[in-house]
């Protein structure tokens, strides 16, 4: 399980942005190419992790989207997608993310008190962006019922679990400029 997903990762290249080693890979950026049998393997296996009990599945842009998108087509569930850009509509909420080598502003739309969402994401590094989505999303009275991150560096889980909030990974890795390590994966 997850062969797919661990040699990929040992094959990725690593670039710098200013200080921070950054991996490039299918599911975190669309690049090299995402084969459909590695999409598959990943999205299986989020469904084999999260509970079912979810009635919106929330992706970050850009590349929680065609996580989310293979997720709806197999649930059923709808999925919104938190944007980069603002809209100016009722109720939009605007938030500050900020990742281990960007600040950036995201826009949460149709997301309503009572939601039960599912949050999925292609990697949590510092965790930056989930602490300001979770918060946003307290705020509006939706529910998390699961957030499942594919590929885990650093320390953004634990530091949502110390605010009392579970992040589910695939799998942990180390990345330093000679490639990326496997730490754990969760088969
Ligand atoms: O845990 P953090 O340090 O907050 O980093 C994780 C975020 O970084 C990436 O987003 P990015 O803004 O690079 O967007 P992309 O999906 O367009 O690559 C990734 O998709 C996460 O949303
Ligand atoms: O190193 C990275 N690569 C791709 N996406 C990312 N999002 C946070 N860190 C990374």
Redesign the pocket.
């Known amino acids: 399980m997850l062969k797919i997903l661990r040699e990929s990762l040992l094959n990725a290249p690593i670039v710098h942005r200013g200080d921070?080693?950054?991996?490039?890979?299918p599911i975190?950026?669309g690049v090299p190419r995402l084969e459909p049998e590695l999409l598959e393997e990943v999205t299986d296996h989020i469904l084999r992790m999260v509970s079912r009990d979810f009635d919106k599945i929330i992706a970050i842009e850009a590349?929680g989207i065609p996580l989310a998108t293979a997720i709806s087509m197999k649930t059923g569930v709808p999925f919104c997608i938190i944007r980069k850009r603002a809209y100016g509509l009722e109720g939009e909420i605007k938030l500050s993310q900020e990742?281990?080598?960007s600040k950036g502003e995201l826009y949460i739309n149709d997301i309503s008190e009572g939601d039960r969402v599912l949050i999925v994401d292609?990697?949590i590094?510092t965790g930056g962006t989930l602490v300001a989505l979770t918060e946003a999303l307290k705020g509006v009275g939706a529910t998390v019922a699961d957030i499942i991150v594919v590929i885990e560096?650093g320390d953004g889980v634990s530091r949502l679990k110390k605010m009392g909030i579970d992040v589910k990974t695939l799998v942990c890795i180390d990345?330093t400029e000679k490639g990326v390590s496997i730490e754990d994966i969760h088969e």
Not at 20 to 25: Q, T
């Open positions: 921070y080693h950054y991996f490039i890979h975190s950026d590349m990742t281990g080598y292609d990697v590094s560096r990345v």
